[in-house]
C-alpha cells in the first residue's frame, strides 16, 4: 500500500505546473530551514519526515532542469532572516549534474547525528 501512495505522488507531480511544484518545495525547505535555525534546541518530532519531504521535492524540482536550493538559503528565509529564497528559478546548464542538497544533509544527520553541532 505504501508504494501505491508513492507511486501516486509521481504521477501527480507530473500533472503540476513548475509554479505549484515550486511552492512546495520552498514550503518543505523552509520548514526544514526553520528547525536548522533552532538547532541549538535539539530536534523537533518528526525532524526526519520533514527532511524527507523537503528531499522528495527537491528531486521533483530539480527533475524540471532547476538548480536544487542549498540548505543555507532555507535557514536564513525560514529563520525569517531573508523575505525571499535566494537562487530559486535558476535553470542548470545541460550537462550540468543535479546537486541534492537535502538527501546529503539527511545522510549526514542519520550517519552522524551530532554533525555540526
Known amino acids: 500500500m505504501k508504494n501505491i ?17 515550486e511552492w512546495f518545495y520552498v514550503r518543505a525547505g523552509a520548514t526544514v530551514g526553520d528547525d536548522e535555525s533552532y538547532w541549538y534546541l535539539g ?8 527532511f524527507q519531504r523537503w528531499a522528495r ?5 530539480a527533475s524540471r532542469g532547476f538548480r536544487a536550493i542549498p540548505i543555507e538559503s532555507f535557514i536564513r528565509f525560514g529563520g525569517g532572516y531573508a523575505d525571499h529564497v535566494v537562487g530559486l528559478r535558476q535553470r542548470r546548464a545541460p550537462e550540468e549534474a543535479p546537486v541534492y542538497y537535502a ?15
Open 5 to 21: 501512495g508513492a507511486l501516486m505522488f509521481w504521477a501527480l507531480t507530473f500533472l503540476l505546473p513548475d509554479r505549484i511544484v
Open 43 to 50: 530536534r523537533p518530532f518528526g525532524w526526519k519526515k520533514m
Open 57 to 61: 521535492w527537491e528531486r521533483v524540482y
Open 103 to 117: 538527501r546529503e544533509r539527511l545522510d549526514e544527520e542519520i550517519i552522524c547525528p551530532e554533525h555540526g553541532r
